[in-house]
């Protein structure tokens, strides 16, 4: 069974200086919330590329989990997707696309997943969790790049 995330943001600023922040893996600290004590294991700088492996521990629930992505796409500066190899969903998609729009760039993440235990699974634990960390997301993201909505 899969499930989605769709969010779009338009950010006021050139699509080469979004994407620019969006390509530097340190910036995936700032852009999760502090509940989840993300760490990045993989030694930085990491150099993003088709088939670049980043690993990091993050707590769900408050058991520790080690989550291992490995860059499936790489078209600066359009998209990019990342794609679970180990972690706690059956499998995870993640596809990162940035247009140029009037005003601004828009950014999308689109996210495929599947989760052990189906859609109940999903509706009482999963789903709710994701709104929630796709929420901050979407709040530092206008911070980082002030004048957004």
């Known amino acids: 069974m899969t499930f989605q995330i769709h969010q779009e943001q338009l950010l006021s600023y050139p699509r080469e200086q979004v994407f620019r922040f969006f390509a530097s893996a340190e910036n995936l600290n700032l852009l999760t919330p502090p509940w989840l004590g993300f ?3 993989t030694p930085l700088p990491i150099e993003m590329a088709v088939g670049t492996i980043i690993e990091y521990r993050i707590r769900l629930r408050g058991l520790p989990l080690t989550w291992r992505s490995e860059i499936t796409e790489w078209q600066p500066p359009f998209s990019f997707c990342d794609e679970q190899r180990r ?10 696309t940035f247009e140029e729009r009037p ?4 950014v999308t993440d689109h996210v ?3 989760v ?9 634990f999963v789903a709710g ?3 929630r960390i796709f929420a901050y997301r979407k709040a530092k993201l206008s911070e980082v790049f002030p004048g957004t909505d």
């Open 129 to 131: 969790e994701l709104r």
């Open 116 to 124: 052990l235990g189906g859609a109940l699974v999903n509706r009482l």
């Open 87 to 96: 972690g706690p969903y059956r499998y995870w998609i993640h596809r990162h």
């Open 39 to 41: 760490n990045i294991l």
């Open 112 to 114: 495929d997943y599947g």
């Open 103 to 106: 005003g601004g760039t828009l």
